[in-house]
């Protein structure tokens, strides 16, 4: 049953005044006695998701304008109910023009901590890249796409610290099944063919100075050599075979070479990494993660 006597009815010429605009409640910004539960500080608090194209650099010079998913968030001090939500997102709009790279963040994250009022803040886009990828026999080629985050943040001392995430996807020959193969070969005459699989290697580094996304990308190709291909023809698929009886790994192998490039790289502070491997011999999968550790970076 109605019990109020409102109108249903929409004035699309009703203009806001300055007055108007004055008298809306402002709820966020009301006495601590509004909080609810604990007046505790919240360490982030935000928006996740929201998405808009944005430029981002390559090693050529060339701009690459890719759709952008943007995680937002700042502190929020005891005391205060709550942030003012909008900000996050049209602060950011101030620069979304510009192109993106990590050092760039800490830009934003000023403009937030302003904006906000807040003493810290946090951000995060994350967006596929495309890359091309020849093929490895036929000359032919195609693209590739990573999917990859940066990352910053910017804490109360006024510490700022970037971030790369990416994920790189290989093939894992495994070096025990293809012994076992060779074995059943050898000794009965028998064809056997050793498991392999798509495998997934992701990859968080904690930055000192700038990278190309390219650059991590090929840092994880010289490390585990055997990436998934795009365009194949049978050429191409002989030369992934041989390249898999060359550089067959366990999935231990896998996280300890790409440790061993990561920690050559100057501009990477700290690193975790964790390798997955999709087995075709199990259900399930093989998972390792290394670290680099250093004081105060990702362990
Ligand atoms: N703080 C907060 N705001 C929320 C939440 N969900 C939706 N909002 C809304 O986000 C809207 C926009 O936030 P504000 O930036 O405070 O908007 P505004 O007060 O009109 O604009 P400015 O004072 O100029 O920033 C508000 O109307 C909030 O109600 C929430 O969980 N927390």
Redesign the pocket.
Known sequence: MITTNLRRFYDPTFTVTDSYKESLP???NGPASLIEGANVPIQQVGISNFKLPLKYPTPSGELLTLETSVDGYVGLDAGKK??????IMRTFYKFQHDVFHPDKLEEVLKAYQDDLESRSAFLKLSFSYPMMKESLRSGLAGYQYYNVSIEGKLDESGQFTSYMHLDFEYSSACPCSYELSEHARESRDLAAIPHSQRSVATITAQLNSEIFVDDMVEICREALQTETQVIVKREDEQAFAEMNGAFQKFVEDAARLLYDELNKDERIRDFVVRCAHLESLHSHDAVSRICKGVPNGLR
């Not at 709550?82 to 900000?87: A, L, T, V, Y």
């Open positions: 402002d709820l966020q709550g942030i003012n939500m909008g900000r």
